[in-house]
Structures are given as structure tokens and as C-alpha cells.
DNA sequence: GCGCCGATGGGCAGAACTACCTACGGAACC
DNA sequence: GGTTCCGTAGGTAGTTCTGCCCATCGGCGC
């Protein structure tokens, strides 16, 4: 097992040089890293934590840096990237920028660079691990919610009171109220201005 | 003048022909084009419009793309840039793409492509523009509130109640009223819904 | 000094919200 | 047929918010 708060690099690169190079800097640090030789067994093994990224070949056989990342973010829980590459094609950059890349660094890369870089992915990792856990927690009390009970969220959250609530969707401001309890349990808040926060 | 909701594309590029280029692509649409053959040119004739893109080559003479955008970065309203570039370097792009640019295209580009990219563009031009007024109401509204109230205002959003937040502060619930009287007043809200929404 | 404004405090009335309780009809499920 | 859940609706009580009135005090500018 992992210690809780320590990070983990994956470094996949079909070069065991490369991997070799980021796993002896990655080594000076308190963070794990474990290699892979390939997307195919990196994904294979990957499973998502709070404190992780990844330094990914752009060009590799089979599944490529850009194939892995369109991967990834079709997961749940997509980490960082970041992309080494040694061939200079602006319109990859772009294309795996566009797809939320962490950063890029051309080979020959300078270890000082590529450190920081991987201190800022985990950093950057933890934050959007939090706020997905939030988001997680908020979305499974969301979908306790009867179809009335989010329509009448949804008005709540527009900033309209029982009373016009109760007039847009033709019930007794009795029924609104009603409504406005049960959500406020099943979302366990004290008030409207929490509601509103919970929905963004 | 420029009649409302018509769109500006100006086309900053040393290289006449690529101007042009540009400029006979955009009179296909029902969109403004105008030519300037440096960055400076262009600084000293942009104002910020809702609807509006930049097409820019990377490398120029005296100030190149990238400079042109800090430049534009720096002011209140910058505008999306599109950049043109015949050389592939990744790190130019990365940065690019990092401060923002809207997106690249390489020379020499499809001018089908070109096109979808500025309509593209000049909706996010408008987007922006229409959140940024938003935002700037909403900070012109929240300048005038005195620092008291905007102590309170916090606790507020916070999802405090008065008199949560009149023992918070050491006042009396009476004052907490009077402050939140006034600052609904002030940002002109009807509730503490409102509220939240307003300061995010 | 005088006037204005911000911060503080209070009163009061009405609206709105929160938190409990009850009830009934219908649909779905066992 | 009984149970459970949902939507509907009402009651009551207490709390909180909103709006409009008032006053005092201290600072700042004219």
C-alpha cells in the first residue's frame, strides 16, 4: 500500500532510458513512481488516486500520448499529463492542450523543469481530487430528489419565493413548502443560501 | 460606424498576402475584416467590441504574436487570437495555448477550417463580452458597498444567518438587518439568493 | 460650526422561511 | 391486499427576513 498523502508519477514511455531519467528525479522527492512500458499496460494497472500524474511519451507504438489522454479523460477521475515529446508538431500540442494537458516539455528536457512540473500535476491532482469528491457527494444527494422535488429546486435556486413558486407551477405554497423541506433534508442544508451553493 | 451586431476580424500579419487571404475569406461572411501589417499598427487602433477575433501570425518583425498577446492579456477586454504559424515549435504554442490563445492553425491552413475557427471565435467573443459587462455591473454595484457591509456580505454568502453572524461580529441582530438592508439595496436584489448568485 | 454619511442601535408590521404534525389518493411493488 | 413512496394539501409555531420608521455618535469636508 500507498501512504496516504504521498504522490505517485506514472511514467509511461515505450524508452527505458526516458523512464529511467524521470524515475531517478522523481526518486529525489517523497513521491512513488512506477513505470510502464507502454499506454496498454498503464491503463492496465491505473487506478485513480488523490495525489498523481502522469509523464507520457506523445509517441509511442500502439496507443500514442494523445489516444492514452483521450482515454483517461473518458474516466472519471482523468490525472495531469504531461507530455514529453521530441518531435516539435504544433498541432499535436494543440489538439492534446485543448484536451486539458498539464503541460509539455520538449526533449532534451531539463530535470530541474520536469520536477517542478510534476510538483505543480500533483499539486494541481490533490486540489481536483477534492473537488471532485465534493461535487461526487453533492450529485448522489441531487439524485435522492423526486422530478418535483428538483423543479422545485431549480425555482429555489433561480431565486423565486414559495409564494411565486407556488403560482408558476399552479400548486399551494403549502405543497412548495413541503417540497422546499424534503430537499433541504435529502441535501442535508440549513437554508436557501446553501441550496444555491450546492448547485453552483 | 459598425452596425451592432456585425463582427470585426482583424487581420494582423507583416505578410500582405496573408492578409488578404484572410480578408477575401471573411467577406464571405457577413463580418468586418480589417488588415494591419504590425502588432503596433493594431494596438493603436483596437478598442474592445462584444464581437470581435484576432487572426495573427506567431512570428512578425518588432512585436511578434506572442508579445501582442501579453499586450492584449493586460488590458480589460482582451480578444480572442487565432494564431497562423508556418514554423512548428511546440513551446511557442504550449505558451500560446497557456495565455489563452483561442487556437493555431499552420500554414498553410484550409480556409474552411480557417473560417469555422473565427465564426468560433466571434461567438466567444460575444460570450466573453456579455460575462464580462455582467461582471463589471456586478463590481461596480459591490464598489459601493462600505467595508462594514461587506463584512457582512461575506457571512452572508457564507450561509450565515443574521444572527449567527451579529454574534460573529459582536453587534446587535439590528445593525446585521440594517447592513443587509442596505446592501440589497445597493446591488439591487430582492433576496440573499440573489445575493450568492451575484458574488459567485 | 454645520451638514452629510457611516456605524451603531431600536421598534414595528408583514412576509417569508423552517420545522414539526397530520391526511388522502394514486402508483408501484411484493 | 398490504406496504411504501410520491405528490398533493392543510395546521401550527417559531424563527428569520424585509421594509420602513426612528435616534445617537463620530468623523470628514465645506
Known sequence: MTA??????YAVDD????????????????????????????????????????????????????????????????????FLTGFAEVSIAVEAMRHGAFDFIEKPFSPHVLLHKIQSALEYSKAQFAARRARET?????????PKERCVLQHVV???SSREISELLGLSI???????DHIMQKLRVNSAVELVKLCL
Chains 1, 2 share one sequence.
Open 4 to 9: 496516504p498523502g504521498k504522490g505517485i508519477v
Open 15 to 82: 524508452d527505458p532510458l526516458v523512464r529511467e531519467v524521470v524515475a531517478k528525479l522523481v526518486a529525489t522527492i517523497d513521491v512513488e513512481v512506477r513505470e510502464f512500458a507502454s499506454a496498454r499496460a498503464f491503463l492496465a494497472a491505473f487506478e485513480p488516486r488523490p495525489c498523481e500524474c502522469l509523464v507520457c511519451d506523445l509517441r509511442m507504438p500502439d496507443i500514442d500520448g494523445l489516444a492514452l489522454q483521450l482515454q483517461l479523460n473518458a474516466t472519471a477521475a482523468p490525472p495531469p499529463m504531461i
Open 138 to 146: 453533492a450529485e448522489a444527494r441531487l439524485a435522492l430528489l423526486t
Open 158 to 160: 433561480d431565486g423565486k
Open 174 to 180: 403549502r405543497t412548495v413548502e413541503h417540497h422546499r
